[in-house]
Nanobody, 121 residues
Framework: QVHLVESGGGSVQSGGSLRLSCEASGNADQRKIMGWFRQAPRKTREGIALINERGTVGYADSVKGRFTLSRDNSKNSVYLQMNSLKPEDTAMYYC???????????????WGQGTQVTVSS
């Protein structure tokens, strides 16, 4: 079993920055792949970035160049640095973990409760 706790959400103006954190606990083999997803009202959940146990990262085109995902295995945590935020980035952001899935599809095995990000124009 894996438990994920997100933090760092909030409200910012367009062009601002936020840093999301996700602390994981539980079986390390079950959380080799860590990802961030987001869901805006009346929209489907969207994968935005994932990282494997070696630190290789993949991004969705919508955030490439603005968001940076990193991982600190010693702290069982991943971090999503979000810069140049836009109103369309407004959503609930979820941390997710999986033992092996490496695509930005919202079918990861374990999910956090989410943290809200709101970007005003």
């Amino acid at each position: 079993q894996v438990h994920l706790v997100e933090s760092g959400g909030g409200s910012v103006q367009s062009g601002g920055s936020l840093r999301l954190s996700c602390e994981a606990s539980g079986n390390a083999d079950q959380r080799k792949i860590m990802g961030w997803f987001r869901q805006a009202p009346r929209k489907t959940r969207e994968g935005i970035a994932l990282i494997n146990e070696r630190g290789t990262v993949g991004y969705a085109d919508s955030v490439k160049g603005r968001f940076t995902l990193s991982r600190d295995n010693s702290k069982n945590s991943v971090y999503l640095q979000m810069n140049s935020l836009k109103p369309e980035d407004t959503a609930m952001y979820y941390c997710a973990a999986d033992p092996s899935y490496t695509q930005l599809d919202p079918i990861f095995t374990y999910w956090g409760q989410g943290t809200q990000v709101t970007v005003s124009s």
